[in-house]
């Protein structure tokens, strides 16, 4: 894949108009550049879920891709602006642990802080005001000196490498867990909401109304119910604890 | 209309990662054709309500387009996939009957097999890794040849002309039915709900409150309430049975 | 800001045809003017709170945008179709009261009545046949007089200026009001769902769980609760009145 592309990973939703204001400063800032909306629905306020989901998801995406990620309670307050290269691609957001696991799984990644400002900044809306700006700056191919200056990120040492948590309910009532299917054993069962469930390789390979649990598309530990909702069944809801019995 | 168009018809919902991937896939693939999208809300793993509403819709699109069509509940299982020309229109998508309607009315369909493979095929995300990249190739001009070989389709003879059910509900809870109005006498009464529903040509022809039928901009029967919700008022869902007064 | 945009204000709902059928007839008309998909949860089927939305946020486009504004109870009646131009901007939809706060927050606005026609005009709905075509053509500088020819609109002069309601939930729950911050004291207290409401600048100023208000990115007043949803802890919804403590 070769086409320069920015993808949006936030939870301002799609039907109102703040994925609506970011696209319009995306248009105006990087014309020719096409904007991908990954995740308008990404943990509302809760980095820590959002950075194993943002992890998983974005190392799908080539080399050279701008993220721009907005997942910011403490918008407004002193939280700083951050941009981390990692693994090449480039990730432009608030520094409140949203990039930790990026960070943790590449090489050698770069991080600056966001020194650029724009004429006018709202307190609640950084996303739009700044964040966006930022990202289409870096897709057009503007120095990073221009924009921000190296610094050292707030990290997260007591953060785990896999989280044993539900991080996202998909559009099925699907249940995403913070789990990376390569380090679990194909025939491990999890317990969760109460059932021991097991593996299975599709929907089809299990009866109806049956839990099981399979590696998703993008490499994460995913919980489904073949012809029901993972959410209504085992009442699966973000930051669920899930266990493994190996 | 002229422009070359790919449309999306698929359950995949918008505020999560599926419809985004397959954005980026035909971004790459086809990156000057524009993607619409038309349905993400398509009956959910339902092929049969959905190869009604699929009918409906395509038709209001120009020859030529390539319509990107998944609701796939057998992902993962022997189920082939398909590219269909129907009236001058492709369709992509798996083997379950979503084609069923759209072959019917047309004059000389033709079905193909997809037998191109790409590098890596998930078990549980064709659309993102099979069906898209073969719209792309499609909206470029890509021979049939390279992607796909002549093959006869599973039909479903037992499947009616029209589907005197409910087969979508809409944002505003408008009840919309496999029926096309060109069927229907213009006096027809219907049964949904418990209710006797009159035809009316507007919203603002009947009292707040009341049901109508009416056919809608795109040929179905469609029930409304003036004022409220008919998923609501008449307990519609997708597969409610409905029955016609002649 | 200085490129071409068409801007979506609309209660179409995003998942199902509404939204994706007039992307399909703006891409035919004006191919190569993008698309901002802004609002499509506008207040449904009330144009009085939709109208102070719409003043609020069109303000932040640039001079030259076009706004295909589209909440329309009255589609299929004798309501008229409009054009206004406003403080630089153009707005297409129905003479329903819509614009009436555009039109009063401008200098010297200008209205045309559509007499444009397509070749098929369904009765439900306009906002594909007939609003859009014209949002494109004017997008891609076709001549007024083509289209439309200038005329008196219904006004509203009951309309208050500011509007002391909720006019829209947004994604998280918080509430926007019809009033603009730049006439409210900035110590006033709001009442709002048997609360006493004080202003705060930012969400982490204030305790889990408080409500506060505040002036948004594009100028409301807006009702928040940290770590909550104002909808919920208020009871809020479209149409709830507030009332001032100067």
Redesign the interface.
Known sequence: ???Q?I??FT???????????V??VL??VA?DV?V??????AP??QPKPAAYLLAA?AQ??PAGTVLLCVVD?????ARRGLIVEAAGRFYVGPDNGLFELALRRAASPRIWEITWRPPVL????HG??LFAPIAGRLAQGEPMSALASRVVPSRHPDWPDDLAQIV?I???GNALTGLRGEGLPPTAHLNAGGRRIAPA?????VPNGAAFW?V???GLVEIAVN?GRTDRALGSAVGSEITIEA
């Open positions: 894949m070769g086409v592309m993808v949006l939870d301002f939703g799609l039907a109102g108009p703040y994925t609506g204001q696209n319009a248009h105006q014309p096409p991908i909306q990954l995740f308008a629905d509302a306020g998801y799908w995406f309670p403490g918008v407004g307050s709202s307190a609640s809306f739009r005001d996202y998909d559009h099925y390789q599709t929907f089809s390979a399979y998703n598309s993008n012809g």
